[in-house]
């Protein structure tokens, strides 16, 4: 039996069960998909590295765990070959992290473009997460409203790659795009708007 690989964005705010939905749609997936987890956090305070373990204490047993803050595109392509499915989480910390490294908004995006290019080949069946800032507080500052606009810039290349995007409102998923017309990551068939 051949595998049709998918992707799938899950948006929301902070606290809004992001992470535990991506999860949740990896755990019911059929039995024998290799899973693994792709982490974009940097443990550099004690507040992040409570999240982290936090993070993996949930996380499916028998899930590798590869950590990569900066080239996402190049763990997939070496995680594709060894695994089924992958939770990439986070998009929101992977931007921060190249922006935070000095990359320029220009090449975030480029890097994001990447990543969409890589989820049409469908090498793997990818759950990506990232949060939704643009509906947020107003970012005081002008680095915080570069980091806004070059976010909200990267979720919608991504956004327009996948063939779900499903939108975490205090625990509820909904779904806003549905552009794969067979059966989707959760097993239930499906139409293409």
């Not at 899950?10 to 998909?33: C, M, Q, T, Y």
């Not at 980091?147 to 327009?160: C, K, M, P, T, Y």
């Not at 975490?168 to 909904?174: E, L, S, W």
């Amino acid at each position: 039996m051949s595998i049709l690989h998918c992707s799938e964005l899950i948006l929301g705010g902070v606290r809004s069960g992001k992470s535990r939905e991506a999860l949740r749609l990896a755990a019911s997936l059929p039995p024998g998909f290799r899973g693994a987890f792709l982490a974009t956090a940097q443990a550099l305070d004690a507040d992040m590295r409570a999240r982290i373990e936090r993070h993996q204490a949930e996380r499916p047993r028998g899930w590798a765990t590869v950590e990569e803050p900066h080239d996402v595109l190049r763990a997939l392509e070496g995680m594709a070959t060894r695994y089924d499915v992958v939770v990439l989480d986070c998009l929101t910390l992977w931007v921060a992290n190249l922006y935070l490294r000095g990359e320029k908004a220009l090449a975030v995006v480029d890097a994001a473009d990447g990543l969409a290019r890589f989820i049409g080949l469908r090498r793997l069946t990818l759950i990506i997460v990232s949060n939704e800032v643009g509906a947020g507080v107003h970012p005081p500052t002008e680095v915080g409203l570069h980091f806004r606009d070059i976010l909200g810039e990267v979720n919608q290349h991504i956004a327009a790659a996948v063939d779900r995007v499903t939108y975490m409102v205090a625990g509820i998923p909904t779904i806003i795009k549905n552009a794969q017309p067979v059966r989707d990551l959760r097993g239930e068939s499906s139409q293409a708007p």
